[in-house]
């Protein structure tokens, strides 16, 4: 047993039914001890990823809350349940700062009460629905047209000599996602920001439990446009894990392959744009430049610019040959020597070293309180990288480690990327010289009846979570989706505290993080 | 007959100001494509901007007051007002005599003052916002050209551009340690005053970074169209002013049409130079931090006291 299910165990007894026969272990808990779990775990150094309910009232078994813990390596999922007429589960937040908005949104969403919650205000369910209008219910038809009724969003406030208020938002200058911010500033220094999020909320969740379990994955690939392939890997993950479906090796080394290019698409747009937004737009062209010619190597050798669709359940769609090989190859030494360049002159200029030194400083502490991932996290010395800690093939087997600095400013998040950018460019080429042979997929059975899946997958924002949960008749009941921007978007509010207003947007680069995936 | 040759010089002038800004405006967007790997949309591209702007309907904010819908003449106005007393082709400027290089300063000066108002006039964070960075650096730009071009008059014995721009042509002014602290100073202040990397983004859409976009933020169709224009009759006048007290040389003395032509000639080329090393110093710079503008700005106005300085002791 492993340290966190050990810590529950040992604190909670009886009192703690362990699930074994699931990856990762589920313990069952009295719902009134539920946030005791979390402060045991806490103890044991856990950060929460993900928190969400469930509507078992179909099953007769009123609501489920559960929440996901990691350490290293291991992953724990603590589940209550909730009675059908009283569904209330005493609140995270005392413990767990991620759990505020988890929170807020399973009070807007299912209509379970967080008991101790500090705030009231919904959360990415909109203002002038109706209070009782619960999307992610059973009982809420989606197909029918939502009332609307006169609502206020309560913003916080700041008063006092010398202070205004300065909302931005949802629409912006730019051709950007739409997103509300709210500064608190006294002349150009920060005092606080609110984020306002929830413009772009599709129903997403709601939405994978209309659909089948094999076209749910092109949503998967659509929950945010720009880490498709991630989700995607992640859903089928999530998917396999429940069937016990074997992936073929080759097809394995192959999502690998496409989650690289991917990260390293991403990864080059954004430090273009990161320099870009200090009006250094030398270098926006320049990665951009770079970027799209991954992009028209992706179109030409899989048929997809950012290869949509190309993962599927038992494996992916599309297998490379000796040519695409060698076409990947000769792009990654052109890439390589311009990257290499361009980094060469992001080192040496030092107006925009002025800039990105020291701007937004994330610090470890909060990082940690905060329970950030990916890039965000990797940039203020936090060792998560699932590629490390849960690896699946080739990354077992190649040999990489997680890039981590301690800075914590929008350097360190460039540099991570950089330096994570130089990493994927070599593990792409360990993958071309040893990918193995054979089938590209397999068929996969559907999962049976009430069994539920969970997969972890290092996407290029960070870790990105899918838990699935079949229903009575092995449909899909439940498909919970956790963007890596459902916990880093709170850790910009905090990173941006104190610095001057015209800092903001290139604090707000470095993280770049997903509205989509975070509204669903 | 003589004052009839004048004043076909000085409309002639107008006319040029207000037709080649735009142009200039579009080498220098340009070159900067050039400098940054790119294919440009081409020197015209500005006109093209302004016809579109004009074209298109203004949407008024409802609480707009007269100020918001004056000041974009003003600014224009201005913009032409001083275009008519800079000797850009010829030394026998009919206007002139009537406003010296102060009157020119006093004159953006009050176009600017007039767009703070309208900046904050709607009641927008962002107009607000802008008006106050602006004024932020205006308190600092305005000592240090007026220092510089005390170096410059002290110098040519005449805030009179006309006259400076004679000794210098004439020889009497040769390139002296006073005049070249007075020329790094006016370049500080000219990449301050007309919004140019590193102080200023022109090109940005991200509101919170604007200084001079933000109070502009509101302004849309023939309003913006003429603000836009201004601001580049606004750039073309500090470069030309810059040429005219720092690289007279080349300008007609005499009203022929060969010196005109040879003077028109030479301005071209050294506006192509100019342009180009602003554009050299844009690429090359990431913006700098809002509070670092105070430190760009005093090492302009050090510069320019500096001239003076060296103008009493070593000349």
């Known amino acids: ?520 | 007959m003589k004052s009839l040759h004048l004043i076909f010089i000085e409309i002639l002038q107008v006319i040029i100001v207000i037709a080649v800004a735009p142009a200039f405006a579009g080498w220098v967007d340009m070159l900067k494509c050039w400098t940054q790997g790119r294919t440009s949309a081409g020197v015209l591209q500005p006109y093209r901007n302004i016809a579109k702007l004009f074209v298109k309907d203004v949407v008024l904010a409802g609480n707009a007051s007269w100020i918001f819908r004056f000041t974009p003449y003003l600014v224009f106005g201005s913009a032409v007002v001083v275009g008519s007393v800079v000797p850009i082709i010829s030394m026998n400027l009919f206007l002139a005599p009537s406003a010296d290089i102060i009157v020119g300063i006093a004159i953006f000066a009050s176009a600017r003052f007039f767009m703070a108002l309208a900046g904050m006039d709607i009641g927008t964070a962002f107009g607000g916002m802008g008006a106050s960075r602006e004024m932020m650096v205006a308190s600092l730009t305005e000592p240090a050209i007026l220092m510089a071009i005390f170096t410059v008059s002290l110098a040519g014995r005449s805030t009179s551009l006309l006259h400076i721009a004679r000794s210098f042509t004439s020889g009497a002014l040769v390139l002296r340690p006073s005049i070249v602290f007075a020329a790094i100073a006016f370049l500080l202040v000219v990449i301050a005053e007309t919004g140019r990397i590193p102080v200023d983004n022109p090109s940005t859409h991200l509101e919170l970074t604007m200084i001079h976009e933000a109070m502009i933020l509101e302004y849309s169709g023939r309003h913006l169209a003429l603000i836009e224009w201004g601001s580049m009759i606004r750039f073309f006048l500090f470069v030309t002013l810059g040429i005219a007290c720092f690289l007279p040389w080349g300008i007609a003395v005499k009203d022929n049409v060969g010196d005109i032509a040879i003077s028109v000639f030479f301005m071209v080329i050294k506006l192509c130079v100019v342009g180009g090393v602003l554009v050299i110093i844009e690429t090359g710079l990431a913006k700098m931090r809002l509070f670092r503008l105070t430190e760009f700005l005093w090492a302009a106005f050090l510069m320019a006291t500096l001239g003076v300085i060296a103008f009493f002791i070593l000349e």
């Open chain 1, 1 to 520: 047993m492993k340290r966190l299910a050990k810590a529950l165990s040992a604190a909670f007894g009886a009192d703690a039914k362990a699930d074994g026969h699931r990856e990762p272990v589920t313990f069952t808990v009295p719902v009134e001890r539920f946030a005791d779990a979390a402060k045991t775990l806490k103890e044991s150094y856990a950060f929460l990823c993900a928190q969400w309910a469930t509507d078992d009232t179909n099953s007769d078994r009123g609501y489920g809350i559960y929440a996901c813990f990691r350490h290293g390596s291991e992953y724990i999922i603590v589940r209550a349940s909730m009675s059908r007429d009283n569904p209330e589960f005493p609140s995270l937040v005392k413990h767990f700062v991620p759990a505020y908005r988890f929170e807020r949104q399973i009070r807007s969403l299912m209509g379970v009460t967080p008991v101790g919650h500090p705030d009231e205000r919904p959360w990415i369910k909109f203002e002038d629905w109706p209070e009782d209008s619960w999307p992610l219910r059973k009982s809420f038809d989606a197909s029918k047209r939502m009332a609307r009724h006169e609502g206020q969003y309560a913003w916080l406030g700041a008063e006092g000599e010398g202070v205004y208020e300065i909302p931005v938002g949802p629409v912006h200058a730019g051709i950007i996602e739409p997103g509300h911010f709210r500064f608190q500033a006294v002349g150009e220094t920060i005092i606080n920001l609110e984020e306002r999020l929830g413009y772009v909320h599709k129903g997403i969740e709601k939405r994978f439990e209309s659909m089948t379990w094999e076209t749910a994955v092109k949503l998967a690939g659509r929950v945010s446009g720009d880490t498709t392939v991630a989700h995607s890997i992640a859903y089928c993950m999530a998917l396999e894990s429940m069937t016990h479906c074997h992936v073929p090796v080759r097809a394995q080394w192959q999502r690998a392959l496409f989650l690289e290019r991917e990260r390293i698409a991403n990864h080059i747009g954004d430090i273009g744009a990161i320099c870009n937004d200090a009006a250094f737009a030398f270098m926006l062209y320049q990665c951009s430049r770079l970027k799209e010619a991954m992009l028209a190597t992706n179109h030409r050798l899989f048929g997809h610019r950012f290869m949509m669709d190309k993962v599927i359940p038992g494996g992916v769609t599309v297998d490379i040959d000796v040519t695409a090989k060698k076409e990947i190859l000769s792009e990654l030494d052109f890439l390589d020597e311009d990257f290499n360049r361009l980094v060469r002159i992001y080192e040496e200029s030092s107006s925009l070293e002025d800039r990105v030194r020291g701007t937004g400083i994330l610090t470890s502490e909060l990082a940690r309180e905060l329970c950030v991932v990916g890039v965000v996290a990797r940039a203020s010395g936090i060792n998560v990288d699932c590629r490390v800690h849960n690896p699946f093939p080739p990354y077992d087997s190649i040999g990489i480690e997680a890039q981590v600095l301690i800075a914590g400013d929008v350097h360190a998040r460039v540099w991570v990327r950089v330096v994570e950018i130089r990493a994927s460019m070599s593990i792409l080429r360990s993958i071309l010289t040893k990918m193995p042979g054979g089938p590209i997929a397999v068929e996969c059975s559907a999962p049976l009846p009430d069994t539920t899946g969970f997969a972890a997958v290092e996407g290029w924002r960070g870790e990105i979570i899918y838990w699935l949960q079949s229903g009575q008749i092995g449909q899909i009941n439940r498909c919970m989706v956790r963007d890596p921007s459902s916990v880093n978007w709170l850790a910009l509010e905090q990173a941006i505290k104190g610095n001057i207003v015209p800092d903001f947007p290139i604090c707000n680069k470095s993280f770049n993080q997903s509205y989509s995936g975070h509204d669903l």
